[in-house]
């Protein structure tokens, strides 16, 4: 019994690292639901979702890397200020009420899969 438990958690695991994997990014949009309807509240579950996608974004970046298909020179640019805007949005998720953060998500979740529709 105590392996059924842990299948569904299994499962959301592979689905946010596939989604994580396929797209570059996305794995944490899926993340935070399902952290939610774990029992975490809207803060806690985008921490953890952070913490889930790291290990997971590095594996794909290893591999993709090794198969060729990452050049520093592309992605490098990207580090500094993405570092910057993750210390920024560290100390920024504290201010943020849960309900906030729960609208702003979900406007970027809509604002991101109408851009994608539209391109």
């Not at 569904?8 to 935070?32: D, E, R």
């Not at 591999?63 to 920024?88: E, M, R």
């Amino acid at each position: 019994m105590k392996i059924k438990k842990h299948i569904k958690p299994a499962a959301f695991g592979v689905a946010v690292g596939l989604v994580n994997g396929v797209f570059g990014a996305g794995g944490g949009m899926l993340a935070v639901p399902l952290l939610k309807k774990s029992g975490l509240d809207q803060k806690q579950s985008h921490a953890n979702a952070v913490a889930v996608i790291l290990p997971i974004t590095v594996i794909s970046a290893i591999l993709y890397l090794v198969k060729g298909n990452v050049t520093f020179s592309d992605s490098f640019s990207f580090v500094p200020t993405g570092l910057l805007g993750a210390v920024i949005a560290t100390f920024a998720l504290q201010k943020f009420s849960n309900k906030f953060l729960q609208k702003i998500f979900a406007t970027f979740m809509i604002y991101a899969g109408i851009r994608l529709l539209i391109r």
